[in-house]
């Protein structure tokens, strides 16, 4: 597989990847995670992926079909929610109430929710492919990953935290050097202060000084300062889900990062054949491959 499409392929099936890795662990206590595992909340099989790998695939038949097109993303939003199109398993689970709720809005209202208030790391969890498919243009990238989050969390810092990790995500496929990977992006982006300063604050912080939360901000610091430390994918994500807590949103918001960056071919290969659905997966991305710009 040719370079640029084996990071295409790692953006996206690195998400789930780490979805499904750090699901299991969700809110409860561990030791450490080491390797894949089964049960927690959603009482899972290995391999199986939750809520945010499924929009994500939602999303990537959206934009195969469509090309970007919120009402359409919308309507396989619903159709997910209403028959588990794209779940793991063979009813929808795991969904966030803000998300339900804008979903229920939309099919009562044929439009999106307004602005909301609180911010959310659901958007960025499900990301990958909007920059896959504008891989070519790293400021279609970044206007559209935005454009993206409208449809579930209208809210400031979780739009312009998508704008960043879009473009990175691009920028990543298309092989920038990580030494330069955060400051290019950075020096690019039209940010609002509080993304920009802990984006630029990132490398220098310790371990300690990072916290996982169900915040947008909190995550993409996690996110960010455990790929830059790390120089595989595996480390980068068992680095971050390590964290706690949110574990299978940190696990896909890392895996399109690290998959991104390093590769389908450096996600290790029992990962890879642990996951469930994987023809389907694979076809899903070569199709998204196909019609990308």
Same mark, same amino acid.
């Given at each position: 597989m040719e370079k640029l499409k084996d990071r295409f392929v790692g953006a996206l099936y690195g998400l789930i990847v780490g979805n499904a890795l750090g699901a299991p662990y969700k809110n409860i206590e561990f030791k450490e995670i080491t390797d894949f595992s089964s049960?927690?909340?959603?009482?899972?099989?290995?391999?199986?992926?939750?809520?945010? #790998? #499924? %929009?994500?695939?939602?999303?990537?038949? #959206?934009?195969?079909?469509?090309?970007?097109?919120?009402? #359409?993303? %919308?309507?396989?939003?619903?159709?997910?929610?209403?028959?588990?199109? %794209? =779940?793991?398993?063979?009813? =929808?689970?795991?969904?966030?109430n803000q998300t339900l709720e804008a979903i229920i809005y939309f099919e009562k209202n044929n439009k999106f929710v307004d602005i909301t208030e609180k911010d959310s790391n659901k958007p960025l969890a499900r990301l990958a492919p909007v920059p896959m498919y504008f891989k070519s243009s790293f400021k279609d990238a970044v206007y559209y990953s935005g454009q993206s989050s409208y449809t579930t969390h209208n809210n400031i810092y979780t739009i312009h935290a998508c704008k960043y990790l879009g473009g990175l995500i691009q920028q990543a496929i298309n092989g920038t050097n990580k030494k330069i990977l955060l400051s290019e992006v950075h020096k690019h982006m039209d940010l609002i202060y509080d993304v920009k300063l802990k984006i630029v604050d990132i490398p220098y912080k310790t371990k300690n000084e990072l916290s996982s939360s169900n915040s947008v901000l909190d995550t993409l610091e996690i996110v960010l300062w455990s790929f830059y430390n790390t120089n595989n994918f595996k480390d980068a994500v068992l680095t971050a889900v390590n964290f706690g807590e949110n574990t299978d949103e940190i696990g896909a918001i890392i895996g399109q990062v690290a998959g991104a960056y390093y590769g389908f071919e450096n996600i290790p290969k029992l990962w890879t054949l642990k996951i469930v659905k994987r023809e389907m997966i694979m076809n899903i991305i070569e199709n998204l491959y196909n019609v990308s710009k």
């Open positions: 049960g927690g909340v959603f009482n899972l099989d290995i391999g199986e992926w939750t809520d945010v #790998s #499924s %929009m994500a695939l939602c999303l990537a038949n #959206s934009l195969i079909e469509d090309g970007f097109d919120l009402n #359409s993303q %919308m309507k396989k939003y619903v159709k997910w929610v209403e028959e588990g199109y %794209m =779940s793991s398993k063979e009813k =929808s689970f795991g969904i966030d």
